[in-house]
């Protein structure tokens, strides 16, 4: 089916596991185009109705593979009329030490602190500004995953993840400011304990203290997600929604 038919097509980072592959199946079921990136090759078994045309193999820490990764983007959505409608910069990485605790600000090598703001940080803009005309062809939408560690000193998540997903959520206020008057909106959701394996052994300590008393699923996040992608939210731009059971307050 192409876009003149009323697909709606977004691209998201990091599909293959946890927050992510939620997020896919959630706009796949709604009838979305989902183009997917991250660093596997496409799965010939894959779980969601996609074929190799929908999937861009892609290391975000590698800036020369991001530009890639844009061009071949634009190449392939040109081919269904240029217009995109979401982009959700879902991938990041959060480097622990061996048992899984937290890297703090003495400790954390340099090459650390680069990855992670490579893959957290910088990849987003590079594929939002990479992406511009197309988001705005659609009068799109941009959502950047955040975390409550952005905000608040976490007992596992590092120094360097903390520090870059901050940056993310400025960088949201700010891409919300430039990108709005081109008709695009930007937001932020910044999940707290969700369901997936980047957490670390511990946190059902964590959830004890969170005011609903469990972790999330990341379907809930997902349709958060959605939500901020849908025309819902028409008039929602620069913020930064909590998915976390109250845990913030
Ligand atoms: N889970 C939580 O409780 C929680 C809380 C707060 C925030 N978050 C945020 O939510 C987002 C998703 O988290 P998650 O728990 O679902 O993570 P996850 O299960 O660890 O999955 C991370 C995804 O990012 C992709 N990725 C990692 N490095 C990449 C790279 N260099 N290039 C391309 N893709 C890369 C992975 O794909 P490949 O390995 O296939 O490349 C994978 O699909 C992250 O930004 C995370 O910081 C999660």
């Known amino acids: ?13 990091g599909a293959s596991r946890g927050i992510g592959h939620a997020t896919v199946k959630r706009f796949s079921r709604e009838g979305w185009r989902v183009i997917t990136c991250s660093r596997q090759a496409f799965a010939e078994n894959c779980p969601w109705p996609a074929g190799p045309e929908d999937h861009i193999k892609v290391d975000l820490a590698d800036p020369e593979d991001v530009g890639l990764a844009v061009s071949e983007i634009r190449h392939r959505i040109e081919a ?11 991938a990041g990485i959060s480097p622990k030490l061996p048992e899984g605790g937290r890297m703090n600000s003495f400790d954390t090598p340099m090459h650390v602190w680069r990855d992670v703001f ?19 062809a659609a009068r799109g939408s941009i959502v950047n995953v955040t975390s409550i560690a952005g905000t608040r000193v976490h007992p596992f998540a590092g120094t360097a993840y903390a520090t870059s997903k901050a940056a993310l ?15 695009i909106r930007v937001n932020a959701i910044a999940p707290g304990e969700i369901d ?13 203290t969170i005011p609903l008393r469990r972790l999330g699923s990341t379907a809930e996040v ?3 997600i959605y939500f901020l992608c849908s025309g819902q939210s028409s008039y929602v731009s620069g913020a930064e929604i909590h998915i976390n059971g109250g845990q913030h307050v």
């Open 196 to 208: 997936t394996a980047i957490l670390s052994p511990g946190t059902d300590k964590i959830v004890e």
């Open 222 to 224: 997902a349709d958060i």
């Open 118 to 136: 490579q893959v957290n940080f910088f990849a987003p803009i590079m594929l939002a500004r990479g992406l511009f005309k197309e988001l705005a």
């Open 80 to 90: 269904e009329g240029g217009q995109l409608q979401a982009l959700v910069n879902n």
């Open 169 to 183: 959520g400025s960088l949201t206020r700010e891409m919300a400011a430039d990108f709005g008057p081109h008709g």
């Open 1 to 13: 089916m192409s876009q003149s038919d009323g697909r709606k097509t977004i691209v998201l980072t």
